[in-house]
């Protein structure tokens, strides 16, 4: 697993830099003074890009993951909606890296990045949360359905092909899943140490796998039991 430090004290450029909120001026739009403006509204859109995206992947960086995952955590406590969290590993990325050199693992990260786009939703959260780590938010989604999202990223992962030169490469993941329900106080580190925990025992597993936290007992009946209750019911009626 890549090396992460402490996510307080990433992204020194956040820490570092005043973003200047530009308010829309009064100001007609043929006057030299709008092609001021609209060129500091755009370096200041790069300035706020800068300090919460990734510059490899393009996904969002730890600091801002933290920030979403504890606005998240507050909305979840409020509404008792769950919250869900994924955290993958690429597995022996290192060996990738020893193999074929940075370069390649770097089109790697970027290959998965991709994946990961393509296969959220627009309210989930994506994030590169260490050198070949990556963390998924995802507000009111089950324990369950988390699940099925891992394994269909899981599946992808497996069969994406990088090609690099003469070489296809492929690489494997193995996944954690841990789930936030609102009715207890827990910190956002607490948190991800929940899912961090299901992603060591995944790669204790063998690797290329999902483990999620125990998944709640599932009380709705199949169609065969409930036409089983229907005949029993039936027949106490008669």
């Known amino acids: 697993m890549g090396h992460r430090g402490p996510f307080l004290s990433s992204n020194f450029l956040l820490d570092h830099v005043m973003i200047l909120r530009v308010p829309e001026p009064a100001i007609p739009k043929r006057c030299s003074?709008?092609?001021?403006?609209?060129?500091?509204?755009?370096?200041?859109?790069?300035?706020?890009?800068?300090a919460i995206v990734d510059p490899l992947t393009g996904l969002y960086n730890v600091r801002h993951f933290v920030s979403v995952l504890r606005s998240e955590m507050e909305r979840a406590k409020r509404t008792g909606a769950p919250l869900s969290l994924i955290i993958l590993d690429i597995d022996y990325f290192k060996s990738v890296n020893d193999r074929y050199g940075h370069p390649t693992g770097d089109m790697i990260l970027k290959s998965i990045a991709a994946v990961l786009k393509d296969l959220v939703r627009l309210t989930d959260t994506v994030c590169r949360y260490g050198g070949e780590e990556f963390i998924i938010v995802l507000p009111g989604t089950s324990i369950q359905q988390a699940v099925k999202v891992a394994e269909r990223i899981r599946k992808a992962i497996q069969d994406k092909l990088v090609k690099v030169g003469t070489n296809d490469i492929r690489v494997t993941a193995s996944f954690g899943i841990a789930t936030f329900l609102g009715d207890k106080n827990e910190s956002v580190q607490?948190?991800?140490?929940?899912?961090?925990?299901?992603?060591?025992?995944?790669?204790?597993?063998?690797?290329?796998?999902?483990?999620?936290?125990?998944?709640?007992?599932?009380?709705?009946?199949?169609?065969?039991?409930?036409?089983?209750?229907?005949?029993?019911?039936?027949?106490?009626?008669?």
């Open 33 to 50: 003074l709008y092609r001021v403006y609209l060129k500091l509204r755009s370096e200041n859109k790069k300035l706020r890009n800068l």
């Open 190 to 238: 607490s948190f991800i140490d929940r899912a961090d925990q299901c992603l060591l025992k995944a790669k204790r597993l063998g690797r290329n796998q999902v483990v999620s936290e125990a998944l709640p007992p599932d009380t709705q009946m199949t169609p065969e039991e409930k036409r089983a209750l229907f005949a029993a019911f039936s027949d106490r009626q008669h």
